[in-house]
């Protein structure tokens, strides 16, 4: 095992054990000290964690709600999270989807055209975040989230192989689309002006009828769906059907999820270290909106890695695309990609002939591995893009570049629209020609020429990344039986002008998704590591180490990197600090559950010293004066002391016996009742009005004895 990755997936482990060790010596640590936020998973084994089921609730959704790491979450039909709620998933969370259940297919041709209908009696599961709604699922490096199918056991068990078991996640945002209707209503919603066009998600159906899914609009482009990181989708993505072109085996407006949709989504959503493996269909779709994306892996998926669409204008940095050749869907090159970047299927009419907003993501630092039967990077119905310093191995074409539609790429080529700088092209085609490595698809004589000087001026050239992309799988267990390594060894440093000035983009001076010489971002919390994709001991792998995998187990492994279900956790965990009072000479293991004495006291809450028994410890006696007549008293005495009254005497102003020094009156006043002439009241020597108003002042007042 290579020492730096093992250092670097065991680093937190071993921080926590020391953490352990250290509360012996250091009691006071709390359970919140030990276990915070940068510790690794505290999470419960997957297989006692007890399941709860999640359904639509009759239209009202999830609410608001957070699912924990505590619970197995089995989604059974279409869950939506709708407008105005926010679903929190917490690190270490897992969410399975149900299968479909009552399965109907209707085909029916029309000449060239075959559409396809597909139907349950239960649909297979989804989870549908509304436009209005939040998601917050912020996994850690060591605590992801896990999106899979209802079946899966989560041992390890389960190869690449398994697609299509449930539906996946689809998130509607407010942004921008090319789009020009709903998909089912067929109403104009373009009339605001370009990328206002609103749609409904595919695949996805809402039987309240108050279409939750739909997506679009452009009334909140800078908009927050919330947070997708460290989460790992795997096993899905199920068909409503499609419209079929069988001459050109080309299927247009299917109607299937994908194992991560992501609709109109806006700039303000936060997306970062995802991975989408083994979907039926594409891995990651992203229709519109300009939301942005780090470290992303799409693996072994049956269509098309990824596929942007409907004037999707974001970013993505660190992206690995993988696919083998068993996962090529249709018989000719092309029908499946590691890209596929287009507007929309301008033949079905639900887009303008100008395919505004231009679907034209950029994207820099990407690895695409692939088979000769797939393309690299195909754009097509009014699809660009912006590529740089990326690396494309194995595929039949680097390229496949149309010009069929009346906006295809070849006119958003003469837009400048599409601009390919920098990338790295390998074992594309049958040579390292530029004409090998694109594949100009169009009706124009010169259109290849045309697209090859661009490409040859703008260093785009077929050089060897010098790492292994080769890869098998085996087919019994799906299990990758032959392992890639992905650093490029060539030591190829792209110039600065190739280097994004967009701060949003990390200043990475390689080539491809992976740092040479850095640590592999998809160690430590992956299923395609699980899996077997990166070579044991190279230094972006980590060699699988069965075991005990949690802390909390009696024989918690610290080398382990999979866990192998051996873990106990019963008649080991308790006090293990002598000096506590709880101490448990039986326990080995922790369990931050000791108590300790307070100072004085003993362990029942017994003074340890009182000589006068009054319940107060000796140490804690305060003496000082008790009486609250006294100048002196102190409320917090405990014990009697002597009392000071020096402060006490007559305090009124009018009387014979007056103290001026008193401040406390003791009840000892004398006043003079001898008065000459009682009528004065005010003593001036005159009886006047003054006096009967001195008097009717003075009225039903008490005068002191």
């Not at 010596?25 to 276990?35: C, I, N, R, Y």
């Not at 597909?118 to 509304?130: E, H, K, Q, R």
């Not at 482009?221 to 199920?238: K, N």
């Not at 992956?526 to 230094?539: A, C, H, I, K």
Request: hydrophobic content about 35%.
């Amino acid at each position: 095992m290579n020492n730096k990755l093992h250092n670097q997936c065991s680093q937190q482990k071993i921080v926590v054990v020391l953490l352990g060790i250290m509360s012996f010596a250091f009691p006071f640590l709390t359970k919140a000290q030990t276990t915070g936020g940068s510790t690794p998973c505290a999470c419960p084994p997957a297989a006692s964690r007890p399941v709860v089921i999640v359904t639509d609730n009759s239209g009202q959704g999830t609410g608001t709600v957070t699912w924990s790491c505590d619970s197995i979450y089995v989604l059974q039909e279409y869950v939506f999270v709708n407008p105005g709620d926010t679903l929190t998933i917490e690190p270490g969370a897992i969410i399975k989807g149900a299968p479909g259940v009552g399965f109907s297919e209707t085909t029916f041709s029309v000449g060239n055209i075959t559409d396809q209908t597909i139907t349950y009696t239960t649909y297979p599961a989804s989870l549908i975040i509304s436009r209005g709604a939040v998601l917050i699922a912020d996994g850690t490096p060591d605590c992801a989230i896990t999106f899979t199918y209802e079946a899966d056991p989560l041992d390890g068990s389960v190869g690449v192989d398994v697609k299509g078991q449930w539906g996946g996640l689809v998130i509607c945002g407010s942004g921008a689309t090319n789009t020009l209707f709903y998909d089912t209503t067929g109403f104009p919603s373009q009339i605001l002006g370009p990328g206002t066009g609103t749609d409904l998600a595919e695949g996805v159906l809402d039987f309240t009828n108050t279409f939750r899914h739909v997506y679009g609009g452009n009334t909140d482009p800078l908009g927050s769906s919330g947070i997708l990181r460290y989460a790992s989708f795997r096993h899905g993505s199920t068909s409503l059907g499609y419209h079929q072109n069988t001459s050109t085996n080309e299927s247009n407006n299917g109607n299937e999820t994908n194992l991560l949709q992501l609709c109109a989504v806006g700039s303000g959503t936060q997306i970062d270290h995802v991975e989408v493996v083994s979907s039926a269909d594409d891995g990651l779709q992203i229709m519109g909106g300009s939301v942005s994306l780090k470290h992303i892996a799409a693996g072994f998926n049956a269509e098309d890695g990824v596929e942007f669409d409907q004037g999707w204008g974001g970013k993505i940095q660190y992206l690995l695309v993988i696919n083998d050749s068993s996962e090529v869907v249709g018989d000719s090159l092309g029908i499946s990609n590691a890209f596929d970047i287009e507007g929309d299927d301008w033949e079905e009419s639900n887009v303008d002939i100008s395919f505004m907003p231009y679907t034209n993501p950029t994207i820099i630092n990407a690895t695409l591995i692939g088979p000769k039967s797939q393309s690299g990077l195909r754009l097509h119905n009014g699809g660009a893009t912006r590529m740089s310093n990326n690396i494309f191995v194995g595929f039949g074409q680097g390229i496949d570049f149309e010009d069929h539609d009346p906006c295809d790429a070849w006119e958003l080529f003469l837009f400048h629209e599409y601009e390919m700088k920098n990338n790295h092209f390998w074992d594309c085609g049958d040579s390292t020609s530029v004409y090998d490595m694109i594949l100009y698809d169009g009706n124009l004589g010169y259109g290849p020429v045309a697209i090859a000087s661009d490409f040859t001026a703008n260093s785009n050239i077929a050089i060897d990344p010098m790492f292994d992309y080769t890869l098998a799988i085996d087919s019994i267990t799906g299990m990758v039986s032959d392992p890639v390594f992905l650093e490029p060894g060539n030591g190829a440093v792209p110039a600065l002008e190739f280097i994004s000035p967009d701060p949003w983009f990390d200043q990475a001076m390689y080539f491809g998704a992976f740092e040479p010489g850095g640590a592999n971002w998809l160690t430590c919390w992956s299923y395609l590591e699980q899996v077997g994709l990166f070579t044991v001991g190279d230094s972006v792998s980590l060699a699988s180490v069965p075991g005990c995998i949690y802390l909390t187990a009696c024989n918690f492994n610290i080398d382990a990197t999979i866990d192998d279900g051996t873990c106990i956790f019963d008649g080991c965990s308790g006090c293990t600090d002598v000096a506590a009072c709880n101490f448990d000479p039986a326990a080995i293991i922790s369990n931050c559950s000791c108590i300790y004495t307070v100072v004085g006291y003993d362990c029942s809450g017994i003074c340890i010293v009182d000589t006068d028994m009054d319940g107060v410890c000796d140490q804690f006696e305060v003496i000082g004066c008790q009486d609250p007549n006294a100048c002196d008293f102190l409320i917090s005495a405990t014990d009697s002391g002597v009392c000071d009254y020096s402060c006490l005497g007559c305090t009124y102003s009018s009387a014979t016996n007056f103290n001026l020094t008193a401040s406390l009156d003791d009840g000892t006043c004398v006043f003079s009742l001898a008065n000459l002439c009682p009528e004065d009241i005010n003593n001036d020597g005159f009886v006047t009005s003054t006096d009967l108003i001195d008097l009717l002042s003075a009225y039903g007042s008490v005068c002191a004895p």
